[in-house]
């Protein structure tokens, strides 16, 4: 299928590193070098780093709805993503722990030689890797040049091509409208209400269902994910060859080795007990004063080199590291996407005609650019309904949420007043667990105060005086509704007792939904 | 009455109080017993990390120092799952519309991948001392391991104790059925095998100071059971589930370092000590994967499993409204442990009464346990 270039590009590292793994293992072997393999598992861990990537880029290609995952598998990029980013965190510790080690027992470089040149075998592995990568990532960490953003656009369109062959599954409804410029600004309010602007100028053209590609800065393209965990970690492998690298060169300039067959003292704190005995000796024959030269192994701080780099490059992947693991775990929490702001969405939805509330209003991110909203909306009657119906499948489009489910409410006869009760919300004994501890009151749940008691249509305001006309009309009215009555008495009485006292309690709601 | 003094001081404006703040937060975990719990073997952990870290500077052992802060990597899994269950009180806003409830199963989760990226290490760390087994000081191993797994195992009853006092429904038999046999202080294996540092016969203590309990697991039940339970107590089923898991296999990795320190001992068998963190690692690893599974599907919006038999029979009875030509696009999914949420599309005659229609489809799936229900109505054209 298509997406094929990421797929390759993951594929084509994956084997390298996986062969330099045999590599670095066979020459531990060989030259018993304990270092060597501990490297080696190192580059395990990216090999495993890589192949968490691939699965969740193919699991992801299938979008296609099933029966047990109704959305497609597309979650699978941020999956992958938090995987990796967790990943890397494990491993900086793991780095620092070894560090701190070596801080307290430094080690020579056994054979510096062959570590330069496997070093530098695995710098150049890294190095393509990074190139590999560096377009997908976006260089979102200052990285981003023109070249960057256009691979990024590259890609992105070619992201967007798959998802809009992907027949009728879930995204049937939003059909092909991802429209690239929905994803998250890399900065705050401004650019998005910039594109707010350019969206409306441009509703027409979202409503023909063609995509729109529109070149927008996709430095931080929630697609590609995924594929920045993946940059991250081949970053943290390069940096590591670095390290590796330099010390080695280092080492092997600067360092002075204790000759063999000669007697040496060994200021350093060292592992090797041989220069310990040889200083012991040496005071012994100095001490009969044959000779001054006392050769001096190599400076000390040479030794504590590697710890202190380690360190360093911990820092920075942790650094770089830190807002991906945010951006993943937000989008896990179901959190409402950066560039939407619930509070003006919910004014402006009001705004909309025949739109006399909005309950249980949420949106939130399945992966990538597909942002996915609920809401009860209160409407006059029936036939209305289809056409603010439409109205508001409109307002969403427009702000780039095309996946919309909308439960109409309509308002049960003679109570006007009763606009801003949800008709269908939970029953008596539901009521306090409807959503994990959201609010005590259904209804109220992320809409917050202010969209339902200041809407424009004024409704709010004569709750109280209207509890007692809402308690006796419902049953009247809509007798016929059959099993429906007593329910809706039952959450109508739920609601409004609460809501007698209204000022306080919409200050202290404030408060509390803010924390 | 004239006020002689009047003071100013109610209105300045709140200062960003991070002690009111702290303070706040820990009224919040001493609220609720399983964060209570994790909150106290938290600070147990960290002292006795602290403790080994102390011990093992004053007699320059590594072991115990390395040792030391493998504990507190562990630390950092009971704090993981502590933040998650007093974030998941935390009310819902305007960025977080559904609340923060999926913290817990995000905590699950990450310390699912600690778990196992623990498992991966210890394997790794085993492997190297089978291809090349350094000579461990064993003298101070075997006493410290006993102790370790003694407080181990006396945290572990106390708490599973406790723990059950709670059951009401059928769910957490289920959250202990995997921990028992996962116990695993593979910490106490990975650096028994800094292989480095025991070639200079430190006194290799390899000890587990762990004491790491089972957990107050505190199950409050979100059935519908006409008890008026806080919404914040939904079950934190995934959030224990895990730190259980880590800590449990604290448990077996003393009981493995104890074997392998009497074979080492007995028989001399220094294969002995790779094996068994081998052996140790693949068994952590493969007790991490149920929750991993279950954690995997609730992130990816997974159709909740226990409704896999449930839903198509509701689609059957919503079909046979009168009125309801079709029903599409249903996506049901799992908020947190036992919150279900749906959202489907019917497409109905334009005689057909809408009103009624909802609320027996909301009436329908209510009953199979789904309570926020968002169901549009789109009416067929004629």
Redesign the interface.
């Known amino acids: 299928m298509a997406c094929e270039p990421n797929r390759v590009r993951l594929l084509c590292m994956l084997s390298l590193t996986f062969g330099f793994f045999i590599v670095e293992v066979v020459v531990s072997r060989i030259t018993a070098s304990l270092a060597m393999l501990s490297d080696s598992f190192h580059m395990l861990s990216d090999v495993i780093a890589l192949v968490v990537a691939l699965v969740a880029v193919r699991f992801a290609e299938k979008t296609q709805s099933t029966n047990k995952n109704t959305f497609g598998w597309i979650r699978a990029e941020v999956m992958g993503a938090l995987v990796n980013a967790v990943f890397l965190t494990a491993l900086c510790f793991t780095i620092i722990l070894e560090a701190v080690e070596r801080f307290t027992n430094p080690h020579e470089i056994e054979k510096p030689h062959v570590v330069i040149g496997v070093g530098a075998a695995g710098l150049l592995v890294n190095l393509l890797g990074l190139c590999l990568f560096h377009g997908h990532a976006g260089g979102g960490h200052g990285h981003s040049h023109g070249g960057g953003h256009s691979h990024g656009n590259k890609k992105n369109k070619r992201g967007k091509i798959c998802k809009s062959e992907r027949p009728n599954g879930s995204s049937g409804e939003e059909s092909n409208n991802l429209v690239g410029s929905h994803n998250s600004p890399p900065n705050g309010v401004n650019t998005e209400r910039h594109r707010h602007e350019i969206v409306r100028n441009d509703s027409e053209v979202h409503m023909n269902g063609s995509v729109v590609y529109e070149d927008m800065d996709h430095s931080h393209d929630e697609a590609s994910l995924n594929m920045r965990g993946v940059f991250l970690h081949v970053l943290g492998d390069a940096l590591g060859s670095v390290i590796v690298v330099v010390n080695a060169l280092i080492f092997t300039f600067v360092w002075r080795p204790c000759p063999p067959g000669e007697t040496c003292f060994n200021p350093c704190h060292s592992t090797d007990h041989q220069h310990v005995n040889h200083t012991l000796v040496d005071l012994f024959v100095d001490s009969n004063g044959s000779s001054f030269q006392r050769t001096m192994v190599g400076p000390c701080w040479v030794l504590y080199l590697d710890p202190t780099l380690c360190i360093i490059m911990v820092g920075i992947l942790l650094y770089t590291t830190y807002p991906l693991l945010k951006e993943s775990a937000l989008i896990l929490l179901q959190t409402v996407p950066k560039q939407i702001d619930m509070h003006r969405l919910n004014e402006r939805l009001l705004l909309l005609d025949g739109v006399l509330a909005i309950h249980e209003l949420h949106i939130w991110q399945l992966a990538g650019s597909r942002i996915i909203a609920t809401a009860h909306i209160k409407c006059h009657d029936p036939t209305s309904y289809m056409d603010v119906a439409k109205r508001i499948k409109d307002f969403f489009h427009n702000e780039g949420i095309h996946a919309t489910t909308i439960q109409p409410e309509f308002v049960t006869v003679n109570s006007e007043s009763s606009a801003s009760l949800c008709e269908l919300s939970c029953r008596t004994q539901c009521a306090p667990k409807l959503c994990c501890g959201a609010t005590d009151k259904p209804g109220v749940a992320g809409t917050g105060p202010a969209g339902t008691e200041k809407g424009p249509s004024g409704e709010g305001k004569a709750l109280a005086a209207s509890a007692m006309e809402v308690i006796s009309e419902i049953p009247e009215g809509a007798a016929g509704a059959g099993a429906s009555v007593l329910e809706q008495a039952a959450a109508a009485v739920i609601q409004v007792v609460p809501r007698i006292p209204e000022p306080e309690v919409i200050i202290t709601r404030e408060v509390e939904s803010s924390l | 009455m004239l006020p002689l003094c009047i003071k100013d001081d109610e209105y300045k404006p709140a200062k960003f109080n991070l002690l009111a703040k702290i303070s706040g937060w820990f009224r919040s975990i001493l609220s609720d017993k399983t964060s209570r719990n994790l909150f106290f073997f938290l600070c147990l952990n960290l002292s006795f990390a602290f403790v080994e870290l102390s011990y093992g500077i004053w007699s320059n052992s590594?072991g115990l120092?390395?040792d030391s802060?493998?504990m507190f990597?562990d630390c950092?899994a009971l704090l993981a799952g502590l933040a998650a269950s007093v974030i998941?009180?935390?009310?819902?806003?305007?960025?977080?519309?559904?609340?923060?409830?999926?913290?817990e199963?995000?905590a699950g989760?990450?310390n699912g991948?600690?778990l196992i990226?623990t498992a991966?290490?210890i394997f790794?760390e085993g492997v190297?001392r089978a291809?090349?087994p350094p000579h461990v000081n064993h003298d101070r191993l075997l006493p410290v391991s006993v102790a370790g797994l003694l407080v181990n195992l006396v945290g572990i009853f106390v708490f599973q104790h406790g723990g059950h006092g709670h059951s009401h429904g059928g769910d957490e038999g289920h959250g202990h059925s995997h921990s028992l046999f996962n116990g695993s202080a593979g910490h106490g294996h990975s650096h028994g095998g800094?292989?480095?540092?025991s070639?200079?016969g430190d006194g290799h203590s390899h000890g587990d100071g762990h004491s790491h309990g089972g957990h107050g697991h505190s199950h409050d039940d979100?059935h519908?059971?006409?008890e008026?339970?806080?919404?914040?107590?939904?079950s934190s089923k995934q959030i224990l589930q895990g730190v259980f898991l880590h800590i449990v296999a604290d448990t077996l990795g003393s009981v493995g370092v104890i074997i392998s320190a009497i074979l080492m001992q007995k028989y001399d068998l220094m294969i002995a000590d790779p094996i068994c963190s081998m052996c140790i690692s693949i068994l952590i690893g493969v007790s991490v994967v149920p929750l991993l599974r279950e954690s995997?599907g609730i992130?990816?919006?997974?159709?909740p499993p226990s409704l896999?038999n449930a839903l198509p029979e509701c689609y059957q009875r919503v079909q046979q409204l009168q009125g309801v030509y079709n029903l599409q696009?249903?996506?049901?999914?799992t908020?947190?442990t036992d919150?279900y949420i749906g959202?489907?599309?019917l497409l109905i005659a334009p005689d057909a009464d809408?009103?009624?229609i909802?609320?027996?489809t909301?009436?329908i799936f209510?009953q199979a346990g789904i309570?926020?229900?968002?169901?549009?109505?789109?009416?067929a054209a004629m």
């Not at chain 2, 992130?299 to 159709?303: A, V």
Request: with cysteine; proline share 3%.
């Open positions: 590594l120092i390395s802060f493998h990597f950092t998941s009180r935390w009310r819902s806003n305007d960025s977080f519309s559904y609340g923060y409830v999926r913290a199963v995000l989760f990450v991948l600690f990226f991966f290490f790794s190297e291809l090349e800094h292989g480095h540092e070639k200079h979100p519908c059971h006409d008026l339970h806080t919404p914040g107590k939904g995997i992130l990816m919006q997974r159709t896999d696009e249903p996506h049901f999914w908020l947190c919150v959202t489907l599309k809408g009103k009624w909802l609320s027996q909301h009436n209510t309570r926020q229900l968002y169901v549009q109505i789109e009416v």
